[in-house]
């Protein structure tokens, strides 16, 4: 019994830190679309854990139009040993309900929703291997990509089986009414857990000038919800939560600077939140146009994209020093863009981190938590002046970066290898201010191994996060090369030097 309310209990906070991730966006200056955050709505059923409406709409991710109404349907689990598939949308069980599914309720649900209203199925569950549901869900938005569930003409085809099972699982008799269902259903499958959301609340509430409580032993924010459905209060609106922010004394004593979204895409973005502004077209520097994936296309020279990335971030820096910058980009880029916004500049960055479940943490060079130390070890392996400088944060790559040194870089004669002290992989950086200080470490050695007239060549095995924050020493550390891997093996299958700063 115990166990059975303690699990209650994190499912409530589960919900409830949700809730609060949206209602920040309520004082953002920066969301004005954003016009009411309600926590345990009356309705539409099985996606009425929070609803946030928008007006005159947030814009789609993917197609055109715009979203005046986000419904959530919040499954949260004790453990992460949950799968499910397409057949599990037909089952009233995966939505603890004891006759009702999460298609009818969709079904049901649309019948009376906006035409421009969104759903969205937000479970800690993780999609079933090989399940057709994984091929219909869309990496940028999580929606459900109804073009890929139109292939196949028969019911035994892959997508012709979903559609049968579905279609007559709503009693529907054609693909057209499915279609018209499932329009606008997003599925988000192994979301993060409860304390990935604690450190979301705390950096979304700094962010608009609210008090953060990521290092409280106990977070007081999920009392505070249960607290607004006691005084009866689900619906914030803007001036709602203000009044309430102030009563409650949650505002911090200096408001912080509000920031200009600006981005640099040298491949197609990735999914931003509905709670995150993306950058405007006119401070949106494109050049995908250059690319074929993640490799240049043919005759086109990172060279000749040095200047005008560098331009762009200074115009940026003209018009509002304080930024949030989106990175859909090399690691390169993004060592270059710290170079160029480097801290004699006067630039106060966020940087929205990309990765694996996590299509937008903002990272912040002193916001979040402290981290360990990296482990630092320099090697000999010559008398050429310069360094190669191996950073394996995500993986360690510290045995690919000697062969191409051996191969390609006669001048090297020294190799730094960093991996975190805890170990390598895509969570060992705690975030902003653990990876500031990585850089800044890191910064610290190469000056005292460098020699004059020799140049740091930088291969970064980590978040994008992290090369903009070591970019902002470069000055600091002489001349530095950063390189980019070829993962797919179109040129070469080695490191290709890009920049030299």
């Not at 994008?464 to 070469?492: K, R, T, W």
Request: overall charge neutral; aromatic content about 8%.
């Amino acid at each position: 019994m115990a166990n059975a309310v303690e699990a209650r209990w994190h499912g409530d906070n589960y919900q409830s830190r949700f809730f609060w991730i949206h209602a920040a966006s309520l004082l953002d200056p920066e969301r004005p679309e954003v016009v009411e955050v309600t926590f345990e709505a009356d309705g539409p059923k099985a996606f009425d854990d929070v609803v946030v409406r928008y007006e005159p709409g947030r814009p789609r991710a993917s197609g055109p139009g715009r979203i005046t109404v986000d419904y959530h349907q919040i499954k949260w689990h004790v453990d992460r040993k949950g799968t499910f598939g397409f057949k599990s949308l037909t089952d009233p069980k995966f939505i603890g309900a004891q006759t009702v599914s999460i298609l009818e309720r969709l079904f049901q649900a649309k019948k009376n929703a906006p035409t421009e209203a969104a759903f969205h199925l937000i479970t800690t569950d993780a999609l079933a291997e090989g399940d057709q549901l994984g091929e219909l869900i869309s990496p940028l938005d999580s929606s459900l990509r109804i073009h890929k569930l139109r292939e196949g003409k028969t019911v035994r085809s892959r997508m012709g089986e979903v559609r049968q099972c579905w279609r007559e699982h709503l009693g529907l008799s054609t693909d057209d009414e499915l279609y018209a269902v499932l329009d606008g259903l997003h599925i988000q499958a192994n979301h993060p857990d409860l304390e990935y959301l604690r450190r979301q609340v705390s950096l979304n509430f700094r962010l608009v000038g609210l008090v953060g409580a990521e290092d409280e032993t106990t977070f007081h924010y999920d009392d505070a919800a249960r607290q607004l459905k006691i005084k009866g209060i689900s619906r914030l609106d803007r001036a709602t939560f203000d009044d309430w922010c102030r009563t409650e004394k949650w505002y911090l004593p200096v408001r912080p600077a509000e920031r200009a979204s600006i981005a640099i895409q040298t491949f197609q973005p990735g999914a931003v939140p509905a709670n995150m502004q993306v950058a405007p077209a006119d401070k949106t520097l494109d050049l995908t146009d250059q690319f074929d994936g993640r490799q240049l296309r043919k005759g086109a020279r990172w060279s000749d994209l040095q200047r005008p990335i560098a331009d762009f971030l200074q115009q940026m820096l003209k018009e509002r020093p304080s930024m949030r910058l989106f990175l859909d980009t090399h690691s390169s880029v993004a060592f270059l863009a710290g170079a160029s916004l480097r801290f004699k500049t006067g630039a106060d960055v966020e940087i929205v981190q990309k990765g694996m479940n996590n299509p937008g943490q903002v990272w912040y060079a002193s916001a979040g938590h402290a981290g360990a130390s990296p482990e630092i070890a320099v090697e000999n392996v010559g008398e050429g002046k310069g360094i190669a400088l191996s950073v394996g944060l995500a993986r360690d790559s510290i045995q690919q970066v000697r062969d191409y040194v051996t191969d390609m870089l006669p001048d090297v004669g020294t190799v730094m290898r960093v991996v975190p002290a805890d170990g390598v992989g895509p969570a060992t950086i705690r975030g902003g201010r653990h990876a500031a200080s990585i850089a800044g470490e890191i910064a610290a050695k190469v000056a005292t191994v460098r020699k004059p007239g020799g140049t740091v060549h930088i291969f970064v095995a980590g978040p994008n996060a992290f090369s903009f924050l070591l970019g902002q020493h470069a000055e600091a550390m002489g001349q530095c090369i950063p390189y980019e891997f070829d993962f797919s093996g179109q040129v070469d299958g080695s490191y290709q030097p890009t920049f030299r700063i």
